[in-house]
DNA sequence: ATTTCGTTTGCTACCGGGTGCAAACAGGTG
DNA sequence: CACCTGTTTGCACCCGGTAGCAAACGAAAT
């Protein structure tokens, strides 16, 4: 494999300075029609195009952006991950990809990222705590980070989020309006706090409605399986006659596993016996086969503000943006 | 934001050279314990840590691997990607995602990685047209190309597969042995070479069994909207009698989708009026609520693979793994 | 012919490290 | 004390660009 050409050489080959090279290449730089036409020849002939390494280097920006990834069970972070890569291309950026689930801890990413000299950060995950990161010394050399569709709660860095507020209220307002009067609540991680605060919400609703008792189910983590087994140990435990009628999950992918598990295992029905509701509206969640009921995120318009934010057309600040609820046969 | 230290900076701090510094960072190299103890204080009092992007132009290897998807619609890439980011990291890699789905075209993708001196491209597409890629000036400057789970047809770029020839093979004995004798061929891209070859497989060993009257049908993509359109469309345009009992989608999402459509459209039961096939053995696959016959690729051994050939333990040749013939309910 | 002004081009210095060589500095021998 | 050997350290130069200044150039104005 040879070695690539270098503005020096293209500039021995056009009989130029390696400076008359580079403004060749460099968009409204002065420079004459007659030398560019030579330097572009000359390039063309040497296959030679500008090392954004080595322009990264002396400009101080790499043009990439690294996407932390926790939460890979989860089908919706594809469809977050196309926009999010899409949009990022158009603003002239790349995505680097980091998954912090195994090897690399937060922290450890953290640093990796900073020595690559990304432009910004992105927090694209679902489990990890907010706490190890303010461990770090923010704001000193480290790139600007930004937490998408999730809570931040980290000092200084924004959030671009679905309001779960709003939407824990519609949900309710809805369930409410069918009916069910014992609800039940799945999350998939009980220590978290963006957990916690949904919960808050969902009992919060449904206590300004007079319902108080609210079932909590805790899955291990947020995949079909352990939405099926928090919902099998939860059934196994519970009279029929106490059990809830409907169970909002806290995500999609709990709901789908919770479903199957309701349906094929128990022999009950959605929704007569059990209502189901999900969040994330996952495409699968459409098909008869569940018609689940969810709460889709405005996915397209977070990611044009954060991305908006990272090339700077926006002011850096958590923005909370109305998702909408999609009732189904499940409820 | 401060601007980050430099080696320059620590080295004044420590009182020792830059280079002393430098050694104080590099494994292995020749330095005084005395001197390593001081400069790592003066480092971490300044927050100081090597400049990885200095380091990759001089060094020339900037340990980034550029992955280029196409498509986004099959939940099948997400796992692909988290196994494939963990074994690169592992490595000492990071993956650089690349969309070539809208904006950039192929060439203009690879043009760019090349440009950002990757050390390796990754192809991790369903329907780009090799013919594009092949125009390039390969082995010249460009960093050295592989494809995964896709056939390559491009002369001197090898391909990470499952055996299409095995798995077809063990998919039509299966299909014969339970008496199946009507098959169809659903495919997501019909002037695509790499499906071109699948269904090929396919016609080839249905024939050796005697059978020779294969149904086609044409989906317009891989998405699970396309398979049900092209399902929709030949069951409505053949009488009952006439139709296949067994359909082989070329991938799983296509085979959900023509699953969900075979039954809450036309009523039928699946695998009594239709029996259906997959490719993948995406997750949902085997959930109650399809339980699809399928086939799994062998992805930690085609990602174990070609991250091997990548970081140049594997000699870089095309690498053809066996996979598994998931059988479910839908068979 | 001289001055003037705008365009074009070359140059120095720099971005933050890495490489290979040579000098400086041990410590142990004869 | 000179000599040898192995370790440690400093240095010049390089990686491939960018920034900004100053010189060179050419055409119009005086």
New binding site residues.
């Given amino acids: 494999m040879r ?6 050489e293209v ?1 021995d080959a056009a009989g ?8 060749a ?2 968009p409204g ?8 036409r030579k330097v572009l020849e000359a390039a063309a002939a040497l296959n ?4 954004l ?3 990264s ?4 920006a790499t043009h990439q952006v690294a996407v932390f990834v926790d939460d890979f069970a989860n089908p919706q972070k594809l469809p977050f991950l196309e926009t999010l890569t899409e949009r990022l291309q158009a603003e002239g950026l790349v995505a680097v990809l980091i998954n912090i689930n195994t090897h690399f801890d937060h922290v450890h990413a953290l640093l990796h990222a900073d020595q690559r000299q990304v432009d910004a950060v992105i927090l694209f995950g679902t489990a990890f705590r907010s706490e190890t990161l303010s461990d770090l010394q923010l704001g000193r050399g480290t790139p600007p980070m930004f937490v998408l569709a999730r809570d931040s709660q980290i000092e200084g860095v924004p959030a671009v989020v679905c309001d779960a507020e709003l939407a824990l209220r519609e949900i309710v307002d809805h369930l409410h309006e069918r009916g069910y009067r014992r609800p039940g609540f799945m999350t998939g991680a009980p220590a978290l706090s963006t957990a916690l605060r949904r919960r808050h919400h969902f009992t919060d609703f449904w206590q300004q409605k007079g319902v108080d008792e609210i079932a909590v189910l805790s899955a291990e983590k947020y995949s079909a399986e352990a939405g099926a087994e928090a919902v099998r140990s939860y059934l196994e435990q519970t009279a029929p006659t106490g059990r809830v009628d409907v169970l909002m999950c806290e995500n999609d992918i709990l709901a789908l596993g919770a479903m199957d598990e309701i349906r094929s295992r128990f022999g009950l029905r959605i929704p007569e016996d059990i209502a189901v509701v999900g969040f994330d509206n996952y495409e699968f969640c459409g098909s008869p086969a569940y018609s689940l009921t969810t709460y889709e995120q405005p996915r397209q318009e977070m990611i044009q503000v954060i991305v908006g934010m990272i090339a700077g057309r926006l002011e850096p600040e958590t923005v909370t943006l109305p998702g909408t609820l999609v009732v189904r046969n499940s409820t």
Avoid: D
């Fill in positions: 070695k690539r050409a270098t503005a020096k500039a130029v300075s390696k400076w008359t090279v580079i403004r290449f460099t730089a002065s420079i004459a029609e007659e030398s560019k030679y195009s500008p090392n390494l080595a322009r280097l002396a400009t101080n």
